[in-house]
């Protein structure tokens, strides 16, 4: 989902509603205004309003749940690189050309997932070449000959870190997928459309009103587009920082 289109959507259908219950209000017959048809207006729209306020809720927060989660895996993964990093060079100098390797992988995942011109989308499917060069690192440590107890320790740790960072780049692949149901989403709007509509049916016409309601048209779909921006954490405005990645990159094979 486009987080730009959605939000263009709700603020036309929200400001849209509005302004066709202001029209409407001039095509019904006054009876439909008393104070008991007010009263009952007002208790099912407040209804509404509540169910909006909660769905809107959830979809916040599983949102803001799966941006968090991707954020400490990003934090989590560089860790796990220079300590990876770090062990190699403490079994010696037989790991040279593995770490370098290491650096090489890394740098060219950092350049995919956060690429340097605005123009170049976020690639986060590694490429069979890119898949094929992180697997190659295990095997690699696997191969290696220790010659005693404190480098057969080392390449076990060793293993076990690659193994783990080979298991993460599944969590950038999990990224793409949306955390909010569109289901959800539509029914979002749908009740946001009513609420909007019976504002408009109920509100005096004058210039106030109306811009009244145009500002809370385009907030709420401010809410929701940003919503929909920390579901796509690394597309958009609100992206996941590449800061510890590029950190752990700089600080490689020293």
């Known amino acids: 989902m486009n987080p730009t289109i959605v939000g263009m959507i709700v603020f036309a259908c929200t400001f849209g509603g509005a302004l066709l219950g202001m029209w409407s209000r001039t095509a019904l017959p006054e009876h439909h205004f008393d104070a008991e048809s007010r009263g009952t207006a007002k208790a099912g729209i407040g209804l509404i309003a509540t169910m909006a306020a909660l769905v809107l809720g959830l979809v916040t927060t599983s949102a803001k749940?799966?941006?968090d989660a991707i954020n400490a895996g990003v934090k989590q993964t560089a860790i796990e690189i220079l300590t990876l990093d770090r062990v190699l060079a403490r079994y010696g100098s037989e790991t040279s050309e593995i770490r370098k390797s290491l650096q090489y992988v890394v740098g060219v995942r950092i350049d995919t997932i956060w690429p340097q011109g605005s123009?170049?989308?976020a690639n986060l499917n590694?490429?069979?070449?890119g898949v094929e060069l992180a697997e190659g690192?295990?095997?690699a440590i696997r191969d290696l000959k220790p010659r005693n107890d404190s480098q057969r320790a080392l390449?076990?740790?060793a293993l076990d870190r690659t193994e783990g960072l080979l298991q993460a780049r599944w969590l950038l692949l999990a990224a793409t997928e949306t955390s909010i149901p569109v289901p959800f989403l539509a029914i979002l709007l749908f009740w946001l459309t009513i609420i909007f509509a019976s504002f408009g049916l109920f509100a005096p016409r004058n210039a106030?009103?109306?811009?009244?309601?145009?500002?809370?048209?385009l907030s709420v779909s401010s809410a929701v587009f940003l919503v929909l921006e920390m579901d796509a954490p690394f597309h958009g405005l609100i992206k996941i920082s590449a800061d510890?990645?590029?950190y752990?990159?700089?600080h490689l094979n020293q």
């Open 65 to 67: 749940s799966s941006f």
């Open 126 to 129: 590694p490429t069979r070449s």
């Open 244 to 246: 510890p990645m590029r």
């Open 137 to 139: 690192l295990a095997d």
């Open 119 to 121: 123009s170049k989308p």
């Open 208 to 217: 106030t009103v109306v811009t009244i309601l145009f500002v809370c048209a």
């Open 248 to 250: 752990a990159y700089a």
């Open 155 to 157: 390449q076990s740790r």
